[in-house]
């Protein structure tokens, strides 16, 4: 029952971002333009001659695609949303994997680019969600292929990686090749992609793809939820990115503080500044991944004995883990049952839950999952509350929901929330202050802040060595290309951050 209407436009030498909510079709779309799918044409009762397929879509940029794929010419390579399912399909080292499909014998030029000669030999059992990421991308590039499809690649990847593949990604468009990107990191899609479709419609009736634009008018008009050039409105109202400003003038209310804190665990040894979290406040944390911050957290928690340094109280906690479970069976509802009981409206309705009820865990997409998850955290009796990268598998508009609701749920309930999350825009948008982690991954890590949402942020991009600047028709966050005359002006005032 689910029609698809027109497809993405993959320009040979570019690389186009697909943006659009999720369950809209872009799988669908993927699998047409692999060949795994020939379109019907909406009567799905003949079976389609490809010629009327190609004259469908005569006189766009399509139908050249079209024609190459008729003839064979395109190889697709795809790199899927969830990573974390690899290791249930492969067993043996990461070296192993890429050897299979090292076609061209550029596997050692590869890991070397995307960061991967340090775990080579491990097995891929045993490596983290960020370097699955990189492995499966790495996988995706040494086949041999002339179409290249990225599913969500940054999930689960700090920032700085996230800098690293979109520069990567990008440098793969060339005469020969074409690649396509699905992202829900605004800031990271805009940065890596030439061009854009937007894709819009009704999750599991139909989904239908816009012409190709300018990636920057292109998200400026999927925010706006207006098509210009269609004459379309697909949303009933436009998002808006304003940072937050805490207009409050109550004295804020100290929930837990720390005087030079440290802890050795292994060959990582992790210390803090000065700092205290207040009551009723989101602090955004921002940091590489492998740097300390799940640590940190355990040290609040009283999980970890301190080695040293001051800490003035425990404090309750609960926890939302990076890596979700995929495997349980148990029904949405029983798994939700405090939610359920003490915020129907607050989280369930909220969050779209109750259609999920009579669904297990296991068969969740990973966007669903995380939204359960999400409310089977902020149920807890807690005072603390940790959310390890929950933007990850949402699309742009459930991140702003699932924002917003994070911001009521600290405010109404004055408990305090830690966000540790890579998608700057996400952070930007529900942060009072921010903490900063720096030093290096997986040997030291030094906790700075909680600092304004200014400083903070000015602290980290100078770490990063990019500056942002405000769009000035949507207001959202943008990165300045390396040394253009903003960059530059921004760096000299010492004005890394837009404000």
């Given at each position: ?52 397929v ?52 550029r ?28 492995v ?54 805009d ?12 999750e ?17 008009s999927?925010?706006?939820?207006f098509l ?45 500044e ?29 999980v ?51 259609k ?7 068969d ?48 109404e ?48 991009l ?13 207001h ?24």
């Amino acid at each position: 029952m689910f029609e698809l209407y027109s497809l993405p436009t993959p320009l040979f030498g570019k690389v186009t971002g697909i943006l659009g909510k999720n369950g809209i079709g872009k799988s669908t779309a993927m699998k047409v333009m692999a060949n795994l799918l020939i379109p019907n044409l909406g009567d799905w009762k003949k079976e389609t001659d490809f010629k009327d397929v190609i004259n469908y879509f005569k006189g766009t940029e399509t139908q050249k695609f079209m024609e190459k794929l008729g003839k064979n010419e395109i190889n697709l390579s795809y790199k899927p949303q969830q990573v974390d399912l690899i290791p249930k399909q492969f067993s043996g080292t990461v070296r192993d994997l890429l050897k299979k499909v090292d076609v061209k014998d550029r596997m050692n030029l590869i890991a070397e680019k995307l960061q991967l000669t340090d775990f080579l030999d491990n097995d891929v059992s045993k490596i983290s969600g960020g370097e699955l990421q990189r492995v499966a991308i790495a996988a995706a590039v040494l086949k041999d292929a002339n179409l290249f499809l990225f599913d969500e690649p940054t999930s689960y990847l700090d920032i700085k990686q996230r800098i690293n593949i979109s520069k990567f990604i990008a440098s793969l468009a060339n005469e020969q090749t074409s690649t396509l990107v699905i992202e829900h990191d605004l800031i990271i899609l805009d940065y890596m992609t030439d061009l854009l479709n937007i894709m819009y419609g009704h999750e599991g009736a139909f989904g239908i793809v816009s012409g190709v634009k300018t990636t920057r008018e292109g998200i400026n008009s999927f925010l706006e939820g207006f098509l210009k050039e269609e004459n379309v409105r697909f949303r009933s109202r436009a998002i808006r990115f304003e940072t937050f400003k805490d207009i409050s003038t109550a004295i804020p209310i100290p929930l837990i503080s720390w005087k030079n804190l440290s802890k050795t665990l292994g060959n990582f040894n992790f210390k803090t500044e000065e700092g205290t979290l207040h009551k009723g406040e989101v602090v955004g944390i921002l940091g590489e991944n492998g740097i300390g911050k799940t640590t940190f957290i355990k040290m609040l928690a009283g999980v970890h004995k301190l080695d040293a340094g001051e800490l003035d109280a425990e404090v309750s906690v609960a926890y939302k883990p990076q890596y979700l479970d995929t495997e349980s069976q148990i029904l949405v509802v029983e798994y939700l049952h405090e939610a359920i009981a003490k915020y129907s409206v607050q989280l369930i309705n909220y969050l779209d839950l109750e259609k999920l009820f009579t669904q297990k865990l296991c068969d969740l997409s990973g966007g669903e999952l995380q939204r359960v998850s999400i409310a089977k955290c902020l149920a807890e009796d807690a005072q603390l509350f940790l959310l390890d990268e929950p933007s990850a598998y949402l699309d742009i508009e459930q991140r702003l929901i699932v924002s917003k609701l994070i911001k009521n749920v600290a405010n109404e309930r004055e408990i305090t929330i830690l966000i540790v999350d890579h998608d700057l825009m996400f952070l930007d948008n529900l942060s009072h202050r921010l903490a900063v982690f720096t030093g290096v991954p997986a040997k030291e890590g030094l906790l700075r802040g909680p600092f304004s949402l200014e400083e903070g942020m000015n602290l980290f991009l100078q770490e990063l060595g990019i500056t942002l600047r405000r769009d000035v028709t949507s207001h959202r966050p943008r990165i300045n290309k390396p040394n253009s005359v903003k960059d530059r002006e921004q760096k000299e005032k010492g004005n890394w951050y837009y404000n």
